[in-house]
């Protein structure tokens, strides 16, 4: 059983044991949630993505997740994972649900109790903000590999509500 929690605000102070770190698929560090991460990690995070083997390019591709050490980071380690660019990925919803299921597994590996998620692909990658909520909180809400505490860090108070709110039909549902 997993515990969720939607919160407003920023995800690179989050004191849990992993942040996962919406990537690309070169985990290099980018814009958004990726590029702020990785501003507060500093050049260890870096280093320690440089560390993960390139297969054709990539250390990440899309639904998948790989882990790194944190930096200078309130947590232990980073997930990174690779969520689909909506309009581009032939199967949006089930890359971005392997992307969550991946990265709670792999925290679960390690050992993890508590792991803090942006909303992957939501912002650049263009992801129907309505969909993604439903696609994450349910994905969440089904893991049951082991009890994590699992929390959303969001920025913008409307979309803390939206999440509030589908997480809210989501139990209701059940």
């Not at 919406?22 to 990726?34: K, T």
């Not at 997930?79 to 969550?100: N, W």
Request: aromatic fraction near 8%; include cysteine; proline fraction near 4%.
């Amino acid at each position: 059983m997993s515990y969720i929690q939607i919160v407003q605000g920023d995800i690179t102070s989050a004191k849990v044991d992993a942040i996962v770190n919406a990537a690309n698929s070169r985990m290099l560090g980018g814009g958004g949630v990726d590029g702020a991460i990785h501003r507060a990690a500093g050049p260890e995070l870096l280093a320690a993505c440089r560390q993960v083997p390139v297969v054709d390019g990539i250390r990440c591709p899309v639904g998948e997740a790989r882990m790194t050490q944190s930096g200078r980071l309130h947590c232990q380690y980073v997930i990174h994972t690779v969520g689909p660019v909506y309009h581009c990925d032939v199967s949006p919803a089930e890359h971005l649900a392997s992307a969550y299921r991946n990265s709670l597994h792999l925290a679960s590996e390690h050992l993890c109790h508590s792991v803090a998620f942006p909303a992957i692909s939501c912002g650049v990658y263009g992801y129907p903000h309505q969909e993604a909520a439903e696609i994450a909180l349910a994905t969440c809400r089904d893991f049951t590999v082991t009890e994590m505490n699992i929390i959303f860090y969001l920025l913008d108070v409307e979309f803390v509500n939206l999440w509030q709110t589908v997480c809210r039909q989501l139990i209701d549902f059940e």
